[in-house]
């Protein structure tokens, strides 16, 4: 039963992958709050008006936001 | 801070709730279709395109992944980029990603109907769509891990998790269990042989279960339960505790769909194992979302949407605990090969995946079309045949099951079989047949109601494309610092980065593992087993394309009443040389695996099967069995035969060297003595013809441990 190998191998590797986001969810204070979250969903977004356009363009162009590189105009 | 103003997509999400549905009906109905033809074999109206063996994966493979996989396409991608409060990350794949579904589901219906099938279930798509469904898949992964990199949001919300090891684990299991060498455009065998093939495709089977059939619908309920509810999740870190553990245990469970079968003790040993424990982060689930309703069952009293989830989480609980009961050995004996199973999954299929998906699309789609439901009284109806149809459906499934396995090991005083003929259990339980035939038609027309009250909705509301909305710039956590080190980067970008770490892992592993698994590996071989003539070959290749294994299974358990039923228990060493395994999950039929075993009670002549083929109702005038007429006039294509010899060879099946050349003549010689075997019954039939290598692809099985063999 050698296939036993692979697959032990591989489901050993998906949970590698499993505990690295794990640890990584952990380290980078993903699970500092555990109430928060769940409330915020519930919070619906109030639209802010029709579709944004970019410019007054005649056709909407669906494939860009306002806003494409936030981080590099901002950092914080 | 700045506040970004963007755009969430909703003609995604519109495009997959329209195929959501489209697609329901469609499964749903092939469902009805396949009930009706095992209680009233005229159903399946004399094609072989549309006998029982084609239809019952097409209705298995659209119910997962067309119905299920659209609606789970559109509840993610509604829900991902609210919590994620950023648009989808790319609007192209997007749209390759909805086509090319589509395209796969189309390609699939067709080639399931035409015979282009692995024969592994739920995995029967050929080599040339399992490429598609890869690509589109990454598609699938690659979209919504952008989103997640582009977030404005810190923190990850619970369901997103869930999403991710959906992508992360569907693309392990997909990829390691459709390797195959093509032998045609449309046919492959696959790398793996007999009980190694079988331990792959469960390990297969079973995850998708878990990654397709419940962490995607976990994260789903996560988000639209608190939603529909106006509740936030009962406990958060439950979520948190049992998204974790649930992960871990999934991936060992797979052997316990082959308990009692030809497969080391310790492998069913560790299948078990992990089955037992999956109780607990699965009930966790199922506590959290209960709970999340305390003081709210007011609202379950009148919304539809809520109604239908409170069935799905009692549903997933229920399965979730039958499951690892039935992962028992004692309890899998009586459930496994009986219709145990088909009550099983259509308990967690309806009601699990099924309220799920009612419920999120009764809140969703008036939401998302902003417009009330065109009729809630009409929701109440679905609920009410949705709910009743499950339950007509499965009671009379555990009914048949029970009764069909007491008939099976029932003996008389002599210590004789009392039912020796298969037959006689299969007629008991054709009034549990009809009665399920009730209970999908309830469900079905639930589910009419559901999709006129849809497309009510969607007329009467007005969807914005694209719905402008506003969140503060998120700082961005993953951007490159000055003077700080390439891994310390690596780290930030702490999803991108397992994802690269696990392709290149899972594509390094499976190649330098995949050679090792030759027919040399520790599997005790038996010396009278030999590899399949080019005629067998090629009539396990209409046996497959057929469907057979959806009926027969080619597995006798080591219990009395199967050894005395069938003959010999299944040896590993008896199926190395099957590219792929056929041992089946379900046995509306009797077990094949000493079909050429001479004295056995399967064991029948050449003629009785020619007969049995083109007019099963003169055999058995009672029989379900659909006839065949087809096998004595269709031709099977001798101009195949040395290719699939040398992809045989490929896999280590020990033909002599450039037997390929000699193939075809072998073929004819040995279909020409059942052939003549066949003119002294008074039938005459051409030696190309499928029958003939049925016939001989039937009387091997077995017969290489069969005392009467005689080379």
Known sequence: MNIMFLLIGASLLAAMVFL?????????????????????????DDPVSETIHEKESAEPDVNKEIDLQPDKKNSN | MEIQQFNYDNKTVKYFIMATMIWGAVALIVGLLIALQLAFPAFNLGLEFTTFGRTRPVHTNAVIFAFIGNAMFAGIYYSLQRVLKARLFNDVLSKIHFWGW????????????????????????????????????????????????????????????????????????????????PFSFFKSYPVYAGAQDAVVQWWYGHNAVAFFLTTPWLGLMYYYLPKASNRPIYSYQLSIVHFWTLIFLYMWSGPHHLLYQALPDWVQALGVTFSIMLIAPSWGGMINGLLTLRGAWDKVRDNAELKFMVVALTAYGMATFEGPMMSLKSVNAISHFTDWTIAHTHIAGMGW????????????????????????????THFWLATLGILMFAIPLYWAAITQWLMLREYTPNGLLAYPNFLETTIQIIPMYHARILGGVLFFAGF???????????????LVDNEATEAPVLTDPSARKYGESFHRLIERKGVIFAVLVFIALIIGGAVEIIPMLNIESNIPKIASVTPYTPLELAGRDVYISNGCYNCHSQQVRPIRAETDRYGEYSKIGEFVYDHPFQWGSRRTGPDLARAGYIGSSTYKTAIWHYNHFTKPKEINPQTIMPAYPWLAKNVVNLDQIPVKIRVMQTLGVPYPKDYDKKAVADYREQAQKIVDELKISGVNIAADKEVIAMIAYLHKLGRDISPSKKK
């Open chain 1, 20 to 44: 690295f986001l794990f640890i990584w969810a952990v380290k980078s204070g993903q699970y500092d709050d555990t109430y928060t979250p769940s409330v915020r969903i519930l919070f619906d």
């Open chain 2, 353 to 380: 995946n099924g309220g799920l998906i009612f419920g999120m699309f009764y809140w969703l789609v008036p939401k998302l079309f902003r417009t009330p439901l065109y009729s809630k009284k009409m929701a109440n």
């Open chain 2, 102 to 181: 589509q395209i796969i589901i189309v390609l699939a219906a067709v080639s399931l109907l035409a015979g282009y099938t692995s024969g592994k279930e739920y995995a029967e798509l050929e080599w040339p769509i399992d490429l598609l469904i890869a690509v589109i898949w990454v598609t699938f992964g690659w979209n919504m891990i952008g989103t997640i990199l582009k977030r404005r949001v810190k923190h990850i919300y619970a369901s997103v998790w869930w999403y991710l090891a959906t992508f992360l684990g569907v693309a392990v299991l997909h990829i390691v269990n459709s390797i195959e060498i």
């Open chain 2, 448 to 462: 009419l109601l559901f999709f006129y009250n849809m497309i009510k909705t969607i007329q009467a509301g007005n």
